[in-house]
């Protein structure tokens, strides 16, 4: 573990080169506080790539390496973590090898295509007592934190329902030539888990944990395909009972059409109820059983949380989004790893091993159409 406080980190990336998805948005997002630098990576298995995506992320060209071995043996000492931003099929294999390298490795969701590789995961991390935190991003935005104050605070009275979407038009969208837009190969091809439920339903199950912190006991789902790629699920629909008897509804689509990234909280009580939805992220909805509507953001004064520094780059009214809520979990690990003390935004390998267990169950459900309980 990292001993300097102060100290910015020295990070590497594995993947995330510049025809990625992700890959700059991570490189903003660790730069944005000033918390960590940039300072080695194999960003892709294509030199031009992997050479290409180092000038424009400012990395010497000598610190570029064509593969993970390379990458690990000549900067192990010299890095504080590793950042996996490769397909998620890949995860395990790289996550073990660093860990076994003894380098703190930060991975992209979802951790990996099984609970059974987590369980691997698992244990090579005590075997070798490295340090693990995978990314859910979305949690890192400022209003969802207020909203889990607000239920931790018991604002809502005793929580009964969760309702969570999470649809997408990616799949059943059309380009201006009327073909359909095809994403990366990986997407289109399911494993023991369809790739939407690792890419999509892993933030549903890890949103509703995060805000509620209880955990879920059984579910009922059904999974379809919708889009323009037969081949995989594009669309699942799940009910699940959570501890204390919580009740949650689950959509999570890439065949919603009008839906860019439909992202949307509902959370439910005796007291009152709050909704969050991400295209307009610095509002959240308040209603109490009085009959009163209140809208909150950052400049409300009776928030807890969004009134922090660091939640206000810039004044309320002036938006925070995608990227800032990255920056703000990515903060959140800096702390970790420099203070080496857990705190409740930092998720690992426990709260992914739940997740894919639900995933998982949502499968089953929906293949053999009966309520499945969680091991």
């Known amino acids: 573990m990292i001993n300097t406080k102060d100290r910015k980190l020295k990070v590497a990336f594995l993947g995330g080169g510049i025809n990625s998805a992700i890959g700059r948005t991570h490189k903003i997002a660790i730069e944005m506080d000033n918390r960590y630098e940039l300072v080695a990576g194999c960003f892709s ?27 690990i043996e000549n900067e192990k000492d010299n890095i504080d973590a590793i950042i996996i931003l490769t397909p998620t099929p890949n995860h395990k294999g790289e996550v073990i090898k660093c860990l076994q390298s003894n380098i703190p490795v930060i991975c992209e969701k979802a951790l990996a295509s099984s609970s059974e590789e987590v369980l691997e995961i698992k244990e090579a991390l005590e075997k070798y007592k490295g340090f693990l935190a995978v990314t859910y991003n979305y949690t890192g935005y400022p209003m969802l934190r207020e909203l889990k104050d607000m239920v931790d605070s018991g604002k809502l009275g005793t929580l009964e329902q969760v309702h969570i979407e999470m649809p997408q038009e990616s799949f059943a969208r059309l380009d201006k030539n009327g073909n359909p837009q095809k994403p990366q190969e990986w997407r289109l091809s399911d494993n023991s888990l369809p790739t939407i439920s690792l890419d999509l339903g892993t933030h549903t199950h890890d949103l509703t944990s995060f805000l509620t912190g209880e955990q879920p006991i059984e579910l009922v789902a059904i999974q379809n395909s919708l889009g323009s790629f037969s081949q995989v699920i594009d669309n699942t629909i799940a009910i699940a009972n959570y501890t204390n008897n919580i009740v949650s509804n689950i959509w999570y689509s890439k065949a919603a059409l009008g839906h860019r990234n439909g992202l949307r909280v509902r959370i439910y009580g005796t007291i009152g109820s709050a909704e969050w939805y991400q295209l307009e992220p610095e509002t959240l909805h308040f209603n109490d059983n009085k009959g009163n509507k209140m809208v909150i953001d950052r400049g409300s004064l009776d928030v807890n949380v969004t009134s922090d520094l660091r939640y206000n780059r810039f004044k309320a009214g002036h938006p925070s989004g995608f990227i800032e809520a990255f920056a703000n979990h990515y903060s959140d690990i800096a702390d970790y790893l420099l203070e080496e003390e857990k705190n409740s935004f930092v998720f690992g390998v426990d709260d992914a091993f739940e997740g894919l267990q639900m995933l998982e169950a949502i499968t089953e459900s929906s293949i053999n159409k009966k309520w499945v309980g969680l091991r």
């Open 45 to 71: 298995r294509v030199s031009n790539i992997n050479n290409n995506s180092a000038k424009e992320y400012n990395v010497s060209l000598q610190r570029v390496y064509n593969n993970l071995d390379g990458l």
